[in-house]
């Protein structure tokens, strides 16, 4: 049963910490997404990587947020330093590499920054 | 600006009461047109896609409709495990960018 999973599925941290949170594609999915969802905003586009290069991060605060793919079955998100307002459910997406073909979800990382 | 709204924002059925969700978008260029549905806690899960005004995808109790301004989600008969939030998104343009509405919580009681 192939799905997208991400670690850690929960985080509690303190203000100015730095978070990693990570992402395993499906298997033969080339493109990746990162989402942020929030009640109030609900689910922004963050990055997205094909082929392991980033495609668009425009979404993303550049000043503490960055995104990587180190290889093909791992994308990281990183905040650092965290802030309150960076309180959400983050997830990963995955999907082939055809435009607009179906993203298919993980299961998020709901992040708290104290 | 590419834009999703979704109505009603919250829906309360009976079990069996039929009834539409709707999802009306507006973009410069539509090249395709998503379901999802969400659990609490959990991630969106994939539902339908649809490419073309006068598409229809059905899935059990669920129909997806699309026009060249909106598209339905029809929900026949519903029964508790049918309660979720859905989730319309669209792309458009030269990425592969969703775009999601703020979604309509559904609640099926019996």
């Known amino acids: 049963d192939a799905r997208v999973t991400q670690t850690p599925r929960h985080k509690v941290t303190e203000m100015g910490q730095e978070v990693t949170m990570r992402c395993q594609p499906i298997?033969?999915?080339?493109?990746v997404f990162w989402y942020r969802q929030t009640m109030m905003q609900g689910l922004e586009l963050l990055a997205y990587?094909?082929?392991?290069?980033?495609?668009?991060d425009s979404g993303m605060p550049k000043d503490r947020f960055s995104a990587e793919m180190p290889d093909a079955t791992l994308a990281t998100l990183k905040i650092q330093p965290s802030e309150p307002r960076d309180s959400a459910v983050y997830f990963c997406?995955?999907?082939?590499?055809?435009?607009?073909?179906?993203?298919?979800f993980g299961p998020g990382t709901r992040l708290t920054v104290l | 600006e590419d834009q999703v709204t979704q109505s009603p924002e919250a829906l309360r059925l009976q079990e069996g009461e039929s009834s539409s969700l709707n999802c009306s978008y507006t973009?410069?260029?539509?090249?395709?047109l998503f379901w999802y549905r969400q659990d609490p806690g959990k991630g969106p899960e994939f539902l339908f896609t649809?490419?073309?005004a006068g598409e229809e995808k059905e899935k059990e109790r669920l129909k997806a409709t699309l026009t060249k301004k909106e598209s339905f989600l029809h929900i026949t008969a519903p029964k508790p495990e049918d309660s979720a939030t859905y989730l319309c998104?669209?792309?458009?343009?030269?990425?592969?960018?969703?775009?999601f509405g703020a979604g309509t919580r559904l609640a099926v009681h019996p």
């Open positions: 997406a995955s999907a082939l590499s055809q435009d607009a073909d179906t993203q298919y």
């Open positions: 298997l033969g999915h080339n493109t």
């Open positions: 990587f094909r082929n392991r290069a980033p495609l668009d």
């Open positions: 973009v410069s260029g539509l090249r395709g």
């Open positions: 649809l490419y073309s």
């Open positions: 998104a669209v792309i458009s343009g030269g990425y592969n960018k969703l775009i």
